[in-house]
């Protein structure tokens, strides 16, 4: 039984190109985020996947992602479960702010803290650990009971949602996790065997 698992960060978006503290705003993706995607399906395609199920974010940026990704595919219409326990780390009361204005207000030390420490939130928003305690509850109730049935799944979500899960399924310490960066649509391959441990992992972006 294939136990086929695919994770893809969504592509560029207008203000991951503004270089603006998202979270769980809204932006759509920008002409270079919509090739990134396009570019994701055809890997997939050029590796002969496909998918019985999708599951993303409640934000638009990973939707516009996946549904690019299922275009290439030539599988438009796949039934999508879209959750915003997937959605990106909440950025509090950084959101909105330009990254280096942050730096200069709060100082490099203090940003990168709040950027990619564990369990530190930035001002009103969400650590990595506190993302990760929906983001996993949501995975193991929804996402790996329909992988471990046998069902094809791809995930299109954020830099944070899926460190959080790659953390849980490569085992990984916080200080790992941490300088793992994802690429902006690219796609992780895993399999996993019948207890839902991983198998094999194959990073697009290496
Ligand atoms: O929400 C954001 O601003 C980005 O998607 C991720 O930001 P980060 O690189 O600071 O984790």
Redesign the pocket.
Known sequence: MDRLLVLVRHGQ?D??LKN????WKDPDLTELGIAEARAAGAQLRDLKLSFDIAFTSDLTRAQHTLELILAELGQEGLETIRNQALN??D?GDLTGMN?DEARQQFGEEQVHIW??SFDVPPPGGESLKMTAERVLPYYRAEILPRVLDGNRVIVAA???SLRALIMDLEKLTPEQILKRELGTGTPIIYRLDEDGEVVSVEDLAD
Do not use: L
């Open positions: 978006s203000w991951n603006v503290f998202t979270g990106e780390r950025y990254k950027r990619r954020h830099g944070n």
